[in-house]
């Protein structure tokens, strides 16, 4: 009985093909080329582009302009991989980012700020009654403390929402519209 389980293992073992060719392995893609400089004082995320405020240091516009083209160069390679031209790609990014930049300072002033009021106000009240044992220093940090914790709880989520919705917008403007480069 063992000789006949082992037979018939032996005849379901697939055949070796020592003559087939190797598989071919998918060309890595390249990281994306550095994005373009912008001029001097302005921002740029994606497609947007602003003179930065004066209260900006040139550093500090530097170091938003390098966090901007990184995710921008992050979608274009994302982009490239699944197959995208790489013009399509490019314009893909620069939308997708743009328009999240753009869905999220709407969402921040639009609906975010009244919010971030309203949980300012409730975390000001919490913190001044989570002060109360530790008085006199309690009564002076737990309301700033607890304000900025409401105000960010509430106003961060709709931020991200906003962002989001304007990266799917960038998307699919990115993907119906000509290329600009």
């Known amino acids: 009985m063992l000789a006949a389980s082992v037979a ?22 390249a990281p ?7 001029p001097p004082a302005t921002v740029r995320a994606g497609d947007l582009q602003v003179p930065a405020p004066d209260w900006l240091s040139t550093q ?5 302009n390098g966090a901007a083209a990184g995710a921008e160069a992050e979608v274009a390679r994302t982009g490239r ?8 790609a490019d314009q893909v990014a620069a939308d997708t980012v743009g328009d999240s930049v753009r869905g999220g300072a709407i969402a921040t002033v639009t609906v975010g700020a009244p919010l971030a009021a309203a949980g300012g106000l409730v975390g000001g009240v919490a913190g001044l ?12 940090i737990g309301p700033v403390l607890g304000a900025a914790i409401g105000a960010a709880v509430t106003a961060a989520p709709v931020t991200a929402i906003g962002a989001g919705i304007g990266a799917g917008v960038g998307v699919a403007r990115g993907l119906t519209e000509a290329p600009h480069r």
């Not at 018939?8 to 893609?29: E, S």
């Not at 500090?60 to 938003?64: G, H």
């Not at 009654?129 to 002076?140: T, Y």
Request: no cysteine; glycine share 8%.
């Open 8 to 29: 018939g293992v032996a005849a379901a073992t697939p055949p070796t093909h020592d003559n087939a060719p190797a598989p071919a392995i998918a060309a890595v893609v």
């Open 32 to 38: 994306h080329p550095a994005a373009a400089v912008p």
């Open 60 to 64: 500090q516009t530097q170091q938003i």
């Open 81 to 88: 991989s699944m197959g995208l031209d790489p013009a399509r």
């Open 129 to 140: 009654i989570a002060g109360v044992p530790f008085l006199p220093i309690g009564l002076a």
